[in-house]
């Protein structure tokens, strides 16, 4: 299975915490990226990294933040959680091949 | 948007049975790939062409390729149980970034 792991697996918290999704992986992959996905599946590219001190936003406006200080490590954060936050996170990264290795996701549940 | 839509949006099938599911996409390419996500879980690479090959075969998985109609469909030959999953389409422009489609959700039944 992929060498790339989230953490949390679940999450419910109250609003107006702050909480940090992780991400890392061992592959030494360069290219990392956070997606959102809706209960209707489709995902969307909310940050991207190319690499050490390197962070973009995608094309979903969000009001997470990420770094990016070491090559294994991408953590999202989000200062202020809020209901409309409620979604999965999923991470990925890519090397000098094409395709992507997802991690396993996080749920996250804001009440 | 260059994201892709899936068609159809959900599949349910016997076992033994083949599936199809097709992928139609905005703007120029330079490959398409395939992706499953089982239930709560990411996503898994499957197989990826390339915007000069029509055909490719992966095992029980067929990809064809379009880029005149800007589309490419998904064939699981013979399918199991345990192809029960969402299966994506994402397109690279060459902006090293993937366009997800909508995302297929094909159940087969025992």
């Known amino acids: 299975e992929a060498d790339i792991y989230q953490t949390p697996r679940y999450l419910v918290i109250g609003t107006g915490k702050k909480i940090t999704l992780e991400c890392s992986q061992t592959m030494g992959h360069d290219k990392m990226y956070w997606y959102q996905q809706d209960p209707g599946m489709e995902l969307h590219l909310i940050h991207y990294?190319?690499?050490?001190?390197?962070?973009e936003k995608g094309d979903l406006s969000s009001e997470s933040t990420v770094s990016r200080i070491r090559t294994e490590h991408f953590p999202l954060t989000l200062e202020s959680a809020r209901p409309s936050h409620t979604s999965q996170y999923l991470c990925?990264?890519?090397?000098?091949?094409?395709?992507?290795?997802f991690g396993s996701g996080t749920r996250l549940t804001v009440v | 948007s260059q994201q892709g839509e899936e068609d159809p949006q959900a599949l349910s099938i016997q076992e033994g049975e083949n599936a199809t599911m097709n992928c139609s996409y905005k703007?120029?390419?330079?490959?398409l790939q395939w992706y499953r996500q089982n239930s709560g879980r990411g996503l898994v690479h499957l197989i990826l062409?390339?915007?000069?090959?029509r055909e490719k075969h992966s095992g029980r998985l067929r990809v064809t390729l379009d880029t005149s109609k800007k589309s490419s469909s998904l064939l699981i030959t013979a399918s199991r149980a345990a192809d029960t999953a969402s299966y994506f389409c994402a397109t690279d422009a060459g902006g090293n970034q993937f366009y997800f489609g909508t995302g297929t959700s094909l159940t087969v039944i025992p």
């Open positions: 990294s190319y690499g050490v001190n390197s962070t």
């Open positions: 062409i390339r915007s000069n090959e």
């Open positions: 990925a990264s890519s090397g000098q091949g094409i395709s992507y290795t």
């Open positions: 703007t120029s390419i330079n490959n």
